[in-house]
């Protein structure tokens, strides 16, 4: 995929907007900022806005969230419509009549399912993370210590702080130059990362407590409803981080977790560590995402959903198996 030279797409735009996917999490806000913060610096005559749903209170240590436009004003059109870290255009969610309308769109990216829908296209699938993809389009000596933190973030929580097998050579030269920039990379880790409100913690005791193995204990699952929201006061928000702690669990390779949304709905999240390919999962019912972490919303009780997912699982296991026995 070809780079896109930021120059060039910049040239005689008056206005530009940037959007990420619906429910933001640390990379879609830190990539968004990143370069959302570059460009004020280094085009300070365009216009620039970012337009996210929300930013949880984590990220709020993160410079110019502040100014984050939560909503879209009718009729609005920029020159340039710079969509981050989204598979599809439908996940820019309250942001995509931005797109469709703006005179011309980037989209980058990093997820195997995106099908480059924008006017240039810099998607690599293989890059830890769209903040990692924004770092080199930009000019290294022109880095702000605010756009580092940011890019230094989006990398960190896509990475599982420098753990998933996404983590390539190129991502911790990445991150040591961003360290360079005289960030506290340890500040920034502990308060969006490993930081956790009571309401974080007690969700996701319950989601522990009440998971389940299944398939031979090589999965296992959980299912949080909308009563035990209520219950807790948890947000949407409070959730992450849920899938990957139930993933930690010695002799699991895969991790299902369930939000309820509404009657007969529900937000699953699904992550692997070694063999399933969660991305063709997710693709299947819809959605979408990376080889070991992907996302579905998906119809019926939480059984049909299980049941569901579990029928690809098993495919994927005997695929595996028989090729284990011809090898
Ligand atoms: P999460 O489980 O944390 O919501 O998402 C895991 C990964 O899958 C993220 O990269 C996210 O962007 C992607 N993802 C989650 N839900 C969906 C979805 O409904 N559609 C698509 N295309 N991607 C999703
Ligand atoms: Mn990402």
Redesign the pocket.
Known sequence: MNKIVLNEVMKGKRSVALGG?V?P?GDCIGSCMGLYLYLKEQFPSVQTDVYLESVPDAYRIIQGTEEVKTTVKEDEVYDLFICL?C??KE?LGFSQPLFENAAETVCIDH?I?NEAFADHNYIVPDASSSSELVFTLLDEDKISRAAAEALYMGIAHDTGVFQYSCTSPETMETAAKLMRKGIDQSEIIDKTYYEKTYIQNQILGRALLESMLIMDKRCIVSVIRQRSMKFFQAEPADLEGI?SQLRQTKGVEVAIFLHELGPQKFKV??RSKKIVDVSEI?RYFG????VR?????MEGTSYDVINNITARIALQFKKAEEQDAEE
Do not use: E, I, K, P
């Open positions: 996917h429910r999490d870290d598979g599809d996940r997820h399912s899938v999240s699904l997710a959605g979408g995402g990376h972490a992907a996302g579905v919303t």
